[in-house]
């Protein structure tokens, strides 16, 4: 069975050894804080995901590129799965097998992988998964806040992560509110040996696809965009991707969807005032 700490191990593992330069075991057991001998074993495991593992004349690991690794797509039912499958328990099924060897190649999942992938940020995850899985309060520590100029340890309870785990959503004690805390901005985390104190309060509330909370109401935007303006799009806003669909018989694509706040797509069109039409 693969756990959640093996899935993100495998998901670093693969991103790793698709970049250059080939990897020693000594690294990739660096990497993933994890022995030589556990590293063989992940790398044993890519083999049996059908991935082609190469040796270099240095004895040192790489991925080889083939046709076979073209682009493809998570389908719904696949997408829906992954995310189960990373936060809670990995469970026995071909559905498992397929969506951890498409992961890396997938552009329209939920996840967004590379950023999951880094190493360092693979481990926060991983450390608050465990708190989330167990309800204890964690510290943040050296977050630093844009909005605070600042760089502190955060004493939270941690709820969830947003979809494309580039935040986690936690309840703070110190401020006594639920907030949203960038995983680029913490420097580690340390898991206190404490329950959640404060069930009462905490409030899930995800964020749309620009990443603002919910707030009044939801707008919704209809636009026709250019092939610049959606390969733009997808790069800056990945989570916009289920959103956007290829116009038949035409270069253009359509974006409908709702959101939180107009201010994100608004800055973008007007950057761009050439390559998008407001439906």
Not at 35 to 41: K, L, Q, S, W
Not at 73 to 80: K, R
Not at 239 to 253: N, R
Request: proline fraction near 4%; charge should be negative; charged fraction near 25%.
């Amino acid at each position: 069975m693969l756990n959640q700490h093996k899935i993100l191990r495998v998901l670093q593992l693969i991103s790793l050894l698709q970049q250059e330069p080939s990897k020693s075991v000594h690294h990739i057991a660096s990497i993933l804080d994890t022995t030589h001998r556990t590293a063989y074993r992940y790398l044993d495991l890519l083999r049996e995901l059908g991935f082609d593992l190469q040796r270099d004349h240095n004895n040192k690991y790489f991925i080889l590129q083939n046709k076979e690794n073209n682009p493809v797509h998570f389908n719904s039912d696949e997408a829906a799965f992954l995310q189960q499958l990373i936060l809670t328990s990995g469970k026995d099924s071909q559905l498992k097998d397929a969506l951890l060897k498409k992961i890396y190649l997938s552009s329209e999942t939920t996840i967004v992988s590379s950023h999951l992938l880094k190493a360092h940020l693979g481990k926060i995850v991983e450390d608050l998964c465990n708190a989330i899985n167990s309800k204890l309060q964690v510290k943040l520590k050296n977050y630093h806040s844009i909005n605070g100029e600042s760089i502190s340890d955060r004493i939270v309870e941690p709820l969830a992560f947003t979809d494309n785990y580039s935040s986690l959503i936690a309840f703070e004690i110190d401020s006594m509110n639920n907030k949203y805390f960038n995983i680029q901005r913490i420097s580690s985390v340390e898991t206190l040996n404490k329950e959640w104190s404060y069930i009462d309060e905490h409030q899930i509330e995800l964020p749309d696809a620009f990443g603002f909370a919910p707030g009044d109401k939801l707008n919704a935007i209809h636009l026709e965009l250019s092939m610049k303006a959606y390969l733009l799009l997808k790069e800056e806003y990945p989570l916009c991707s289920p959103y956007l669909k290829p116009i038949p018989k035409s270069k253009k694509y359509e974006l409908k969807m709702e959101v939180n706040d107009l201010k994100p797509i608004n800055r973008f069109i007007e950057g761009l005032k050439d390559e998008i039409e407001i439906i």
